[in-house]
């Protein structure tokens, strides 16, 4: 490209001196050479035929002077004519100075010529006429003198020597000296008058001619010639020269011209070829376009392929260190060698590459030792490399040759940038649905996880009822049997299942509404011993359960159903994964993280942790299975539903912990919890009996129900605490009971289900009696904001199903103080009641956001 630039810029110097010479060949001061011979020449003629007018004019035979004022002014336009051509600078103008000044002094003789010729032939004329009357005389000496004075005037008028003006000067004495006759007295003065006066005219006119003839030199005009010719015969020799010049640089104009042209058909060649690449890479990333991202591949060879026989490599190929993957082509014979791309991938990142990040090798040298080194292992002679740039280091576009050739030229990096980025950009866009397609399978995983929650849900509503029921009608036979006898000890056996099964299923409902669960300090031992007890009772006898280093002071906020869900479902895991006798570890510790440390697919921050070990010696898992564990619904057994291990990665990720996996085949499998520790030192057990007072015995509940089977069971329960339950089915019933006035109610319970428009009774029950502080039982409080509750006079909130510990509470903290513990009050019942509801309402205010 620049010596095209620089054979086209001598070939406009060269075309501008070629129009130089070719002015200057032509001579063009040759005209002016030629107006001024022309002007000199006319000089000449006009001034001879000027003096050609005087002696005319002299001879008297011109009657005027005109033409010989047009012979002067044709004098005069001459000389202009010859100094104009000349120019101010000429040689010869000096000389045309010379001219004009003796064109000057022949006019002023031709001006003393008229006046003096005008006299002259006024007197000739008078002379002549008077001579000839004198001559016809009868006075023959007057005859005879006229005679001889005619004769000597004509002589003079001939020669004006002095001998003839003494001549002419004799013959007028004597023609003055005779006797004039009377009649001839006056003719004889006048011819004395006329005879002197041309006796010294004629004398004079000859002097003004004979000055004038003189200043007619042809030395001044052959001076001016000379110096013209010699002018033009010098710009005529540097005509030649200057033609000369033309013809050579004519020449060199041709070479110039060829080799431009060569230049321009290689230019056009090369233009061609880059249309050419440029249709081959608009034609591969349209065939990117149309294609799937599962034919990427394909697609990938076949643009490699196209490229490499554009550019006669003999190999091509693009590597990706992320993901690593590498697509090549290669020409038949000319095989890649093993493990080619990786040393391929590092030494295109180590080179320096320039701003387009674009390497060309070719005919490697001794000081190309590192390249020599790397790529001659690979076999190659010539490499082209496109590498990316930018953020994104992690791929190359790379052309081999096994022979010393220049793959493509300087003229296609740009084009070479563009094949890689649209290979490039069909990767991405390949990785991308591909990725799309992980997220969609993922969305229709979480739509179906959704599907199920919600039926989970609706299956955990009714089966709450049954569990009410069984924890309800448990609750009201451990009061009547001793706790130490065997029936009490199955009942409490049973008291406990069915708070479990109550939890799970506040568990289930919570999973089915994507709600945040209820938080307490839990402790780990505790979780884990019950978790263990129940394992023992239900693992195949040929495994054997180990829990150690069991220690009180890992504990940690969460929801203790939910933990120990999670160390069900690893053991029940590692059982399943066990096909000969075994034990299946448990083991807790306490570790410090003093920096964030990377879990799995989370990072933990520093602090404290509590990690829960479960361990198994079963048949482990292989990598691939380990990055999959935890998709749902991925499972390596027949009869399993892949919820399980999804299930425990949520649970634990929503404490804000992590979980690690460790396993091989063949040697078994250790799951590991990092759980946040709370450091709390007491942690109140959930179990913990509330004492209803005996001032609180035989008080009042109103309760209300809109189911008549399930108010008879929540009578039995406060009335197991030591209340007076009077139940309510209708919402009408209740109020009338209120303000009638005829039945005295120190609290109500009223029952409410998402849905049901309970909570309409409790505003009911609340209007009628607005001191009656209500306590409102619901399974859940989705549906509800602590304005409504307020509005409706809910002073408390229990969970459904009722647990009589928790009603217990409730109930105390919502009866009226006794006497005795109205001593440091001094307000009235309505003022204990407002204290009542403002203790209350910020205990509704959290349930509500829990």
Known sequence: MKASYYTSGVVLVLLGALTWLLMSGLNLNSARYDQEMRALDDFLRFERGLHREVLT??????RNYDALVRMSG????????????????APEIRPIQKLEARAEREFGLIEQ?????????????????????????????VAGAATRLAGAMLLLTIDTSPTAMDDVQDRLNELSTIQWPAGDHDAIVAILAHGGMLRKLLPDINTLLRALVSEADNRQQDVVRALIVKRQLAARASARTYRVWLYATSLLLVVFLVILGLQLRKRAVALERQ??????????????????????TASVERALRRLAEFIDADRAYFVLAEPAHAYQWTRKGAEFPKNWSAPMLDHAFRIDAGKDGIIRTSGFTPTHAPERDVLAACGLQSWLCVRSVGKRADAILGFDGLNARSLGCRDDRALFRMAFDAIANAVDRALLEQEKEKLEASLQRAERMETIGTFASGIAHNFNNIVAAIHGYTEIAETRVALGKDPGKSLMEIHRASERARELVEQILRFGRRGEGKRQTVSVKAVVCEAASLLRASLPRHISLSVTDLSDTAVLSGEAAQLQQVIL????????????????????????????????RKWLPPGRFTTVEISDPGKGMDQATMERIFEPFFTTRSDGNGLGLATVREIVEDHRGAVEVQSALGVGTRFTLWLPSTGAPHVIAPSAQHAVSDADFGKTVLVLDLDPERLLRHEEIVAALGFEPIGFT??????????????????????????????????????????????????????LDASQLASSGVAELVRYPLTSTELANALSRCLPPSPSELVWLSRDHRACRSQLMTTAKPQITAAIQK
């Open 730 to 783: 209708t919402c009408q019933d209740a109020e009338e009971a209120c303000r009638s006035g005829k039945m005295h109610f120190d609290a109500a319970l009223v029952f409410h289900e998402a849905g049901n428009a309970a909570l309409k009774g409790a505003a009911v029950v609340h209007s009628a009696a607005p001191q009656l502080p209500i306590i409102l039982a619901t399974a859940s409080t989705r549906d």
């Open 74 to 89: 044709a004098v005069e336009d001459a000389l202009q004519r010859l100094r104009t051509a000349a120019g101010p600078n």
């Open 57 to 62: 004019a002299r001879a008297g035979l011109s």
């Open 569 to 600: 479902n690893l053991c029940n895991n590692a059982a399943q994964a066990m096909t000969a006798p075994g034990t299946i570890g448990i083991r807790i510790a306490a570790e410090e993280l003093t920096q964030a440390r990377q879990i799995a």
């Open 275 to 296: 249309a050419a690449f440029e249709r081959t890479i608009t034609d591969i990333s349209m065939g990117f376009i149309s294609s799937q991202h599962h034919e990427l």
């Open 113 to 141: 010529f008229k006046t003096k010729n005008a006299l002259l032939q006024n007197s000739v004329a008078y002379f002549g006429l008077l001579t000839a009357r004198l001559v016809a005389s009868d006075n023959k000496p």
